[in-house]
């Protein structure tokens, strides 16, 4: 179902509001991305949508709370997207996702979630919304992309992103070639990490290991990004 976008602020901000209790209108009418008219509430209300009752509390009937589920997810992949793989400021991602969440088409969300390893948590630790993708990641043994600690000895992984900004080790790293995109090898796992990227070898602490998530070579491995043109 197609929504306008204000509809899609009001039913973004009464899920959000719901994760921290009642939604009161007033409270609503604060948090949208959006001016929120009688009209437009109106509206969303006789789309079957939202419930208002008397007392003034917003409540998301059940189809208006799988169509926020959607929003939700979309709003926080990006948030991830932006905060692990594009370095931007926790504060910054929040107006951008907003934007980028009525852009973004389902297959592409999906592709999304798969590339940051199905994540549970927006930069804000507030929980993301589960989509088709993420179970059946889940329930295999090996994630897609794993931290490049949980290579074994002599596995070779492609870098999809380092997870964590402002570390000057990290940005060492990407100076020494660890980029998205590169092919590692794990050398060595004690009494230190040591990688081998092109043909440097590079010891790293395991704390470090941590933030560098990297693609297993698996047979159906990025296969379907690559088709949906992420990568
Ligand atoms: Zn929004
Ligand atoms: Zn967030
Ligand atoms: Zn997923």
Redo the contacts with the bound molecule.
Sequence with gaps: MDISMDAAEILEAVWTLQEQGDASLADVRRMAHTEVTDHLLRQVEQEGLIAVDPAGRVSLTAKGEALAASIIRR??LA?RLMYDVLNAD?EE??DA?CEFEHLIAEGITNAICTLLGHPRY?????PIPEGPCCQPAREQVSSIVVPCDHLRIGEVGRVAYLSTQDHPRLLKLTALGVTPGVHLRLLQKWPSYVIQCDETEIALEEAIARHIYVWRALDDEPAQLRHQGIE
Excluded: F, K, L, N
């Design positions: 709003h926080r948030e926790v991602t929040e996702a927006c930069p804000h630790q507030r």
